[in-house]
């Protein structure tokens, strides 16, 4: 502990002790002490007395002297030239502290403490090209300017405290004006959350029955496997970005023949590809290719409803780790190797590791899985929800080069409604289907198409 200590005083302590060593030396260089006009040498270990008249006595001969007098005076030079640069830092500091705020007082004090250290720099300067560098008191000289040191030093780091004050302050507000805005932002999305609800686009099943089961809530959780699905697209695209993939020479390869209205407008044809593949099977038991009849479908109405339920508020890779071979697992597996080609997996993240897992029915630990396994867990979702209809929810798909129909369709580009001169366009044609529409008895859900 007491070596901590010495260690921690003796930083602060060492400048001046430096200081005091040196004016002690040159006290020694001089080999003299007055007191009362007599002076003390040392000579063979005894003092001896000598008069004002005798010269004083040296252990060094004049050469040695000199060169140590030189350098004295050399010392006591660098000193005031730092104490003097020291005190341009500090004040110059004072005046950007003063703009802001901006203080008119503070802000002329430090321009004319600049300006007068100028003009001790420059005297500095004038002394040494014209080697006028002698000092009447080399110890008072070397005192005042470490002392000078000293108090810029302490002035500047003052001021730096006063800067980091006024900067947390700043935080402090900006932090409280933030949490206004925050409780501001909740306050605003919980009246659109209500209005949302009254229109009745995220409408509740009354205590989890299936005689509660309506159209509107098919439609809320079909708008919830959209954006699902958008957020796996977009993933996809920037994996793609990243492994210097040309997307207009892929997009136009998942839609032959197809002009884009505009640059951004190919990202729809990535999520046509993923939504024709996650899909596919959609009217059919578990995504198989067999239908089943009218009382099978509605015998197993209630078992399609439970699993919904059982999975709604479940994270997919945990019901995947509890449930390795259930019937989600198979779909998510068979879908994942279906989706992503080995040769497109390969070219975005240099291996097959992830495809090598979900064969052997281990879960990838990756971002990309898991944007997939959400989007196959919507999906799979909205497949269970269809299949807990009575009659059976369908889901429907619309050719190319079909007349567009506001009944069954829905553009996501309104540019193909204008001609090229801006004149109403009277007949558009479907260039590919982005997302499936769905009946539900006499409730249609559009598909989602592009025009051209």
Known sequence: ?????????????????????????????????????????????????????????????????????????????????????????????????????????????????????????????????????????????????????QKSLLKTYEITSKKLDSQIKLKDSEITFLKEKLVEVNG?????????????????????????????????????????????????????????????????????GVSFWKENHKCFAFESFVCREMFDGFNYPNFSTHPESSSEHKRRANVNFDMFLEMKSVRPADYLALKPKSTFASFCRAKYLKLVHPKMEASLFGDLNTRNLVSSGEIPETPFFFAFSEMAKRVWLLHCLALSFYPEVSAYQVKKGCRFSEVLMESVNEEAFLSSDGAPETDPRVGFNVFPGFKIGKTIFQCHVYLC
């Open 1 to 149: 502990m007491d070596s901590v200590k010495r260690s921690a005083v003796t930083p602060s302590k060492s400048r001046l002790a430096r200081t005091f060593a040196k004016v002690l030396h040159i006290r020694a260089v001089a080999g003299v002490s007055s007191d009362d006009g007599i002076h003390k040498t040392k000579s063979h270990g005894k003092i001896k007395k000598n008069s004002t008249k005798d010269p004083p006595v040296s252990l060094y001969n004049n050469d040695e002297d000199e060169e140590r007098q030189k350098r004295a005076v050399q010392e006591a030079f660098l000193a005031k030239l730092f104490a003097s640069l020291s005190s341009v830092k500090a004040e110059y500091a004072q005046l950007q502290f003063s703009q802001f705020p901006y203080d008119v007082e503070g802000i002329q004090s430090a321009d004319q403490m600049i300006v007068l250290e100028l003009k001790n720099l420059s005297e500095l300067k004038q002394s040494y090209l014209k080697k006028q560098l002698n000092e009447t008191s080399l110890e008072t000289s070397l005192l005042l300017s470490e002392i000078q040191e």
């Open 188 to 256: 605003d999305n919980k009246s659109i959350e209500k209005r949302i609800n009254s229109s009745g686009q995220f409408v509740k099943l009354e205590n989890n029955q299936l005689s509660s089961l309506r159209p509107s809530h098919f439609i809320a959780y079909t708008r919830q496997t959209m954006k699902s699905i958008r957020v796996f697209v977009r993933l996809l695209a920037s994996e793609m970005e990243s492994a210097n993939w040309d997307l207009d020479a892929a997009a136009s390869s998942i839609e032959l």
